[in-house]
């Protein structure tokens, strides 16, 4: 084993985890340049304010220096739950966690006794659409030019569904 190896895991093992905290007002700033360095057509600031006033479940993760990590905002309703936006900053996506993220709203999904999840993803997100997959999402359909494009075009959205039973459970996973 290297030096090198050593200490790169002896740092890691040093690591806190990432915290999971409610949204508010005070991460407004974090969030709107992490959501403009992700997309090319990010939410607004109102989009965010509306949702918290609404009182819509919303989560940030911080890094262990206080950085945002990533946030999302659902919408509650009769038995189920809807993402609204699920973003990583773009500095620290494939660390999982938008898995953390998504876990976290299926732990409120279950403590709010929703028996499903749904949301939208861009069709050209291939990555997405995979985890949600292998998370036990179903496609369930299509939202036909649901998301601004470029050049003043319209992409389609795949929606998708999580089912829950009357446990609380994972249909997909038992």
């Known amino acids: 084993m290297s030096a090198q190896w050593k200490e790169a895991a002896k740092e890691a093992a040093n690591e806190t985890a990432p915290t999971l905290l409610p949204m508010t007002t005070a991460y407004l700033e974090a969030v709107m340049a992490v959501e403009a360095a992700a997309y090319p057509f990010p939410w607004s600031r109102g989009n965010f304010i509306d949702s918290l006033a609404a009182g819509y479940p919303a989560r940030v993760l911080r890094g262990e220096r206080g950085e945002l990590l990533g946030y999302f905002i659902a919408m509650g309703g009769v038995d189920e739950m809807h993402l609204l936006n ?42 997405a659409r995979a985890m949600y997959l292998h998370l036990g999402f179903t496609q369930v359909g299509v939202r036909k030019g649901y998301y601004p494009a470029p050049f003043a075009r319209r992409e389609d959205a795949v929606v998708m569904s999580l089912k829950f039973d009357a446990a609380g459970a994972n249909d997909a996973l038992g």
Request: proline share 2%.
């Open 86 to 127: 699920i973003t990583v900053a773009p500095a620290v996506q494939g660390r999982g966690h938008a898995r953390t993220l998504i876990d976290a709203l299926i732990a409120l999904c279950h403590t709010q006794h929703a028996r499903e999840l749904w949301l939208e993803v861009r069709a050209s997100n291939a990555k």
